[in-house]
Nanobody
């Protein structure tokens, strides 16, 4: 019914950049908040950045000034521009979206399948 498909992960060296994309498709009336989370081995999943339907943004302290989140409302897509990457940014990055749908369940959060980001020193 609703799918989130991520792309853009990969292996880079410290200091380089990556851009992640996440497109939502399916039975969608509207999307409220969209965001990116990450989970490193042995650690809990954590919020990286989020953007509301009104374009308000929120960032983890560890990525402020280096990462930028944006969205294309018409295309149901959210982006994460990651600059000055560090080895500690290595994790699986997951897209998350609060979606309003005409089919049950009408109001829920969806997750993407995750994309690996590896930063070598």
């Amino acid at each position: 019914q609703v799918q989130l498909v991520e792309s853009g992960g990969g292996l880079v060296q410290a200091g380089e950049s990556l851009r992640l994309s996440c497109a939502a498709s399916g039975s969608i009336v509207s999307i409220n908040t969209m965001g990116w989370y990450r989970q490193a081995p042995g650690k809990q999943r954590e919020l990286v950045a989020a953007v509301t339907s009104g374009s308000s943004t929120n960032y983890a302290d560890s990525v402020k000034g280096r990462f930028s989140i944006s969205r294309d409302v018409a295309k149901n897509t959210v982006f994460l521009q990651m600059n000055s990457l560090k080895p500690e940014d290595t994790a699986v990055y997951y897209c998350n979206a609060h979606i309003i749908s005409p089919v049950p369940p009408p109001n829920r959060f969806y997750w993407g399948q995750g994309t690996q980001v590896t930063v070598s020193s």
